[in-house]
């Protein structure tokens, strides 16, 4: 008999087939009952009737445990009121092994501590899988763009000697006789590859130091960064929200289930089709003004700021030219207007903040030594990517997204906790 995963039945309609997997739940209704079974691609209910299963399995009933594993076999029956459209008629059920503990997490409520807690058992629950197999699919998007558009993957290192996104976020670890620390973001390196290949992006994990518990915010967290030569401002712009609209509309043809079993509203993602909005910071600053806010000019944008501006639009925002001061040292200025830095951030709708932060490099020696001083960073560690303005520097461009606060919002999930498998936060590592 050939063994096949939920998510195939569709091609197997009135044939007998086996599946592996385990018991999700299990309830009687009088002369036969149904056995809901999960096996990773889906869930499925299992018809159990006296005389179509042999005697032992339809006997099974009330030994069967939440998590026992076990292999099935039967008919694959259309039946448009079941979970997937699909049932199994079963013939016979096979027990692996039974779970004598109970399963910690019933199909009661629990709280989010101790989900998180279980976040090993947690991943096997229906709305946790639905959520990791779109992130799968926004990974699998992002490659595809890339890899698509004439970009060459150089992965970025994760120790490193310096600095990139402020000094305040840094993990440090002992690297034999001297310091090194965790990336916080693997642009610099992307900036060589630039220079090499012309387009390059990296994509791995990056870690902040973040002391912040907020639900946008991790200690380890994966960013996608592109890199440019010979791209400005607006092209860098215009590639950004090329790349988040291929990724929702891959996750919307793709995820049809997954993003139904979150009741996520469709219609809010078929709207985000570039190009997005555009504004200056100071524009940014004026509507928030008009809307009531006591928004102070020169300060970075918090996250009910944020709320209040993606509000007023059904597509993600492209926020750029900002105020120098509060940007990172490598951030070329507006030869229009020096205190403003070239960089953008990008907004999601619907309040789920920043999940870009990008813009256009500084390309001239003299000056990039000058702002690496102003921001009391050793010049020592930087010789290298001073080098690349030193031979063959040229106009370039990058961002990063982040792929946990791109997958809350695509999910509509309020925490980014339930976006990546094990999450790691200021007060967790485990499991
Ligand atoms: O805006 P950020 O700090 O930009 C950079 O790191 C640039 N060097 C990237 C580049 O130009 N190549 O971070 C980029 C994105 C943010 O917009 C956000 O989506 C995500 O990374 N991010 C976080 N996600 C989860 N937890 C955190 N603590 C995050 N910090 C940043
Ligand atoms: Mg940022």
């Known amino acids: 008999m050939k063994t096949v995963t939920i998510n195939q039945l569709s091609e197997y309609e ?6 592996k997997g385990w018991v999700y739940n299990t309830r009687n209704v ?18 159990v009737v006296k005389g179509e299963a042999t005697d032992e399995s339809f006997l099974l009933e009330n030994d069967l445990n939440q998590e026992d594993s076990i292999i099935l076999n039967g008919t694959v029956r259309k039946e448009p009121r079941s979970i997937g459209g699909y049932e199994l008629g079963v013939k016979e059920i096979e027990v692996v092994k039974h779970v004598t503990d109970e399963f910690p997490i019933s199909h009661k409520e629990h709280g989010a501590d101790f989900l998180m807690s279980n976040r090993h058992l947690w991943l096997r629950s229906k709305r946790q899988n639905a959520i990791m197999r779109i992130r799968h699919q926004v990974v699998r998007a ?3 763009f890339f890899d698509n558009n004439g970009f060459t993957l150089i992965d970025s290192p994760i120790f490193t000697g310096n600095a990139v996104e402020g000094t305040t976020t840094l993990f440090e670890v002992d690297y034999f006789e001297r310091s090194a620390y965790l990336t ?9 590859g630039a220079t090499a290949f012309g387009k390059t992006y990296c994509f791995g994990p990056t870690f902040r130091a973040e002391k912040s518990k907020t639900r946008r915010h991790l200690t380890e967290f994966w960013m996608v960064e592109p890199e440019m030569a010979y791209v400005n401002l607006d092209e860098n712009m215009t590639w950004a929200e090329n790349l988040v609209g291929y990724i929702v509309k891959q996750v919307l043809a793709n995820c049809e289930v997954e993003l139904s079993t979150l009741e996520r509203d469709i219609d809010k993602l078929n709207a985000v089709v570039p190009p997005f909005p555009r504004m200056t910071y100071d524009e940014a600053v004026n509507l928030l003004k008009d809307n009531g806010s006591d928004f102070k000019y020169g300060s970075d944008f918090g ?39 070239l960089g953008v951030d990008m907004i999601a709708p619907e309040g789920y903040g920043e999940i870009i932060g990008g813009g256009q490099r500084e390309d001239d020696l003299d000056i990039l030594v ?62």
């Open 30 to 47: 009088g002369k036969l009952w149904f056995i809901i079974f999960r096996d990773g691609t889906g869930l499925l209910q299992g018809v």
């Open 14 to 19: 009135g044939q007998d087939v086996e599946l």
């Open 184 to 192: 916080q973001s693997g642009q610099l390196y992307q900036e060589a």
């Open 142 to 144: 992002i490659r595809n």
């Open 303 to 341: 996250a009910p700021d944020e709320t209040l501006l993606s509000e007023k639009f059904d597509k993600p925002i492209l926020i750029h030219r900002w105020p120098a001061e509060i940007k990172a040292f490598y951030m070329k200025r507006d030869e229009h207007d020096s205190d403003l830095a």
């Open 370 to 431: 000058n702002r690496i001083r102003h921001h009391d960073l050793p010049l020592e560690p930087f010789q290298w990517y001073l080098d690349l303005r030193k031979y063959g520097s040229v106009p370039h461009s990058g961002f990063g997204l982040g792929l946990e606060r791109t997958v809350a919002w695509i999910c509509g999930t309020k925490h980014i906790r339930e976006t990546i498998p094990f999450p790691r936060t200021m007060s967790r590592l485990e499991p």
